[in-house]
């Protein structure tokens, strides 16, 4: 038999236990703490986001392309290769290069003052940051009048919180006219355009058109067919002007003249090439260190890399798009 000391202890540990038991099931279990370290606030009300199609952006630079096409041309003064053609008074020229900016007054272009059957065109653009919706800021060669052919750099404002894309665009024969029938593919850039200069250039040859950032071949768009490729003489224009129709998120955010002037400056003009006068043996210009013109299999490499981490859209990709009117896409 136990000891009263023994008992009473006991007794004491049992009436302990059960008032902790019936506490217990009074109260229930208590909630972990909510998870705050994966907890992200959702975006405002009509946030644009820009659907990509393909790749994922990121801010590591290319692979080094090996050869530098921009290596082999001079730059050459503006009024040597350019001349204002329309908004002249919003534009300046000065040492550091031509300044052209868009208002609610107007915006402001030039063109070169020979046409070319081929060539290297390129200049260094710097763009405006902060709000730029709706504004197109442009690089590009063009034929007309008639049924135009156009091959295009555009950069497509944005809004605050969105990066700068850089559209290239081709049109042949008349297809940007009337029913556009555009050969877009577009760009989030490795870097921000708006921190510092860049080059932008196309090279166009009667086999090749090649669009190039800082050197980096983005995008080659090859002559497959004669009905698919630009032929005629282009004349090389720069411009900046509203576009608020379509430029930004398909038109959804507009030019804010609240944010006026949008300015964007060009330098480092390169124009050369074979114009629309020069005999028939004049060299085309090529991307290529060789003779036989073409990319290297380094260039290759380094465009095949910004295609998968910085394209967003390519039209030959686009279900949404008639097929039929883009035959090179199933050549």
């Not at 506490?23 to 370290?37: E, I, M, R």
């Not at 046409?115 to 710097?126: A, C, L, M, N, Q």
């Not at 605050?160 to 029938?181: A, H, K, M």
């Not at 980096?216 to 129709?245: E, H």
Request: a positive charge; hydrophobic letters at 30%.
């Amino acid at each position: 038999m136990p000891s009263p000391s023994l008992f009473f202890v006991i007794i004491t540990l049992a009436l302990f236990l059960s008032s902790s038991i019936a506490a217990a099931a009074k109260t229930g279990p208590k909630k972990p703490p909510p998870n705050t370290h994966n907890h992200h606030p959702p975006p405002p009300p009509n946030h644009p986001r820009l659907p990509r199609q393909h790749g994922i952006t990121t801010t590591k630079a290319p692979p080094h392309p090996g050869y530098l096409p921009s290596s082999k041309f001079k730059p050459t003064s503006f009024r040597k290769c350019y001349r204002n053609l329309w908004g002249e008074g919003h534009q300046k020229l000065d040492p550091s290069g031509l300044t052209v900016w868009l208002d609610r007054a107007s915006g402001s272009g030039f063109k070169s003052v020979k046409p070319y059957r081929s060539g290297y065109f390129g200049t260094s653009i710097k763009l405006q940051s902060g709000y730029t919706a709706g504004v197109n800021t442009a690089f590009y060669v063009e034929a007309h009048p008639g049924n135009h052919d156009e091959v295009d750099i555009e950069f497509l404002g944005k809004t605050f919180d969105e990066p700068y894309t850089l559209q290239t665009n081709v049109y042949i024969r008349g297809s940007g006219d009337g029913r556009i029938i555009g050969r877009e593919m577009k760009f989030h850039l490795w870097f921000d355009p708006t921190k510092n200069f860049h080059h932008y250039a196309i090279i166009w040859n009667p086999r090749e058109l090649i669009f190039l950032v800082d050197d980096v071949p983005i995008r080659r768009y090859a002559r497959k067919s004669a009905a698919t490729f630009p032929l005629r003489p282009m004349w090389v224009y720069g411009s900046i002007w509203d576009a608020s129709a379509w430029a930004t998120d398909d038109g959804k955010y507009k030019a804010d003249y609240r944010y006026q002037p949008f300015v964007a400056t060009y330098k480092n003009f390169k124009a050369m090439g074979c114009t629309a006068y020069a005999p028939r043996w004049c060299r085309a210009a090529t991307a290529s260190p060789y003779r036989s013109g073409g990319m290297t299999r380094q260039q290759y490499s380094a465009m095949r890399w910004v295609q998968r981490n910085h394209m967003v859209y390519n039209y030959c990709w686009d279900s949404s798009r008639d097929r039929s009117l883009t035959p090179e896409c199933r050549m």
